[in-house]
């Protein structure tokens, strides 16, 4: 019998949506999906001169408030928050990333184009 790894979440802070990933690694190949949420948070709605808005940052805070709580209602080992494009192109997405961790206690890290 396999023995079950700890179990890890990924939460992806995209332009559209924000998604979360809850898994167990099985092995060091294979993994088993615990838990899958989408939120249609359109962060990147609006977007004027790149600058994220008030309500796409409201939307992003909330989907990210609901995620925090599903992952911490698992028991996890680590959760990893990733941002994609409209992160890293906004002006203010190192405010938006301080007011995630105020209110969630996660740190969203910057994806580059090539990751």
Same mark, same amino acid.
């Given at each position: 019998m396999m023995s079950e790894g700890p179990?890890?979440?990924?939460?992806d802070v995209g332009s559209n949506s924000v998604r979360l990933l809850v898994a167990r690694q099985l092995t060091a190949t294979a993994f088993e999906v615990v838990d899958e949420e989408r939120f249609a948070a359109?962060?990147?709605q609006g977007q004027v001169d790149?600058?994220?808005?008030?309500?796409?940052v409201e939307r992003g805070l909330r989907a990210l408030r609901i995620c /925090?709580?599903? /992952? /911490?209602g698992h028991g996890l080992?680590?959760?990893? /928050?990733v941002g994609t494009e409209a992160l890293r192109r906004a002006p203010n997405a190192a405010a938006f990333c301080a007011s995630v961790f105020r209110e969630t206690g996660l740190r969203v890290r910057m994806l580059t184009a090539d990751e």
């Open positions: 179990l890890v979440a990924v939460i359109r962060i990147g790149g600058f994220l808005t008030d309500e796409g /925090a709580q599903v /992952a /911490a080992a680590e959760t990893v /928050a």
